[in-house]
């Protein structure tokens, strides 16, 4: 399984906005991923509710997973997303 530790760059956390940001950027990967809080159960990163449930805060660790082909890219893409709090997808998702 590939995986990616990651602090969250968005001051604001994973809320509103950035979850959109970051939902769609897991969605254009194609790539089915999970996304946890280092001490929490998984969810699906592609999934609004679940990304907002887990109530993740800017500076927390999150930890980004997937087992299918081509994850080692996208998750590199996330990490970079999450780790930068980019306010819009980059060309590169």
Same mark, same amino acid.
């Not at 994973?14 to 950027?25: D, E, K, Q, T």
């Not at 609004?48 to 500076?59: C, D, F, I, P, S």
């Given at each position: 399984m590939?995986? $990616? ?6 001051t604001?956390? @994973?809320?509103a906005?950035?979850? /959109?940001i970051f ?8 790539? &089915?991923?999970?996304? !946890?809080? !280092? ?5 699906? !990163? ?14 927390? +660790?999150i930890?980004?997973? /997937?087992?299918?082909?081509?994850? %080692?890219? !996208?998750?590199? $893409? @996330?990490a970079? @997303?999450?780790?930068?709090?980019? %306010? +819009?997808? &980059?060309?590169t998702?």
């Amino acid at each position: 399984m590939a995986e $990616r530790r990651v602090n969250v760059g968005w001051t604001e956390g @994973l809320h509103a906005r950035p979850a /959109s940001i970051f939902v769609r950027a897991t969605t254009a990967s194609g790539v &089915p991923v999970t996304i !946890a809080k !280092a001490d929490g159960n998984p969810v699906n !990163a592609a999934s609004m509710l679940a990304v907002l449930g887990l109530g993740a805060q800017g500076g927390e +660790e999150i930890i980004l997973a /997937s087992e299918a082909e081509g994850a %080692e890219v !996208a998750l590199d $893409r @996330l990490a970079k @997303l999450v780790a930068e709090g980019l %306010e +819009e997808l &980059p060309e590169t998702v």
